[in-house]
């Protein structure tokens, strides 16, 4: 299983980044995938996750100016984010669940956003 993340990078705050999200090994079109973050000494936190019909879920700090989508055709996740705030700064991680188990299985190595003042 391989979850390969990319489009991170340095933006001033109020701007925009697209991260994007490369699954193989996994059935991906019956997987639930999301995106989890871990700033510098904090413990890794829930973003937004997208269930295999497409139903997104975000965690209140980022709801209305984070987008989760995915393509399953390509067994791509995107995370588009607008209106980037410092405290946005992360390693973005994307992560797949193996049905019929709960909770996130799979993890990809992180993308770094900063997101500077």
């Known amino acids: 299983v391989q979850l390969q993340a990319s489009g991170g990078g340095l933006v001033q705050a109020g701007g925009s980044l697209r991260l994007s999200c490369a699954a193989s090994g996994i059935v991906f079109s019956g997987a639930t995938m999301g995106w989890y973050r871990q700033a510098p000494e904090k413990q890794r936190e829930f973003v937004a996750r997208i269930t295999r019909g497409g139903k997104p879920t975000y965690a209140d700090s980022v709801r209305s100016r984070f987008t989760i989508s995915r393509d399953n055709d390509r067994a791509m996740v995107y995370l588009q984010m607008n209106s980037l705030k410092p405290e946005d700064t992360a390693v973005y991680y994307c992560?797949?669940?193996?049905?019929?188990?709960?909770?996130?299985?799979?993890w990809g190595k992180g993308t770094l956003v900063t997101v500077s003042s």
């Open positions: 992560a797949a669940d193996r049905p019929p188990y709960s909770g996130m299985e799979y």
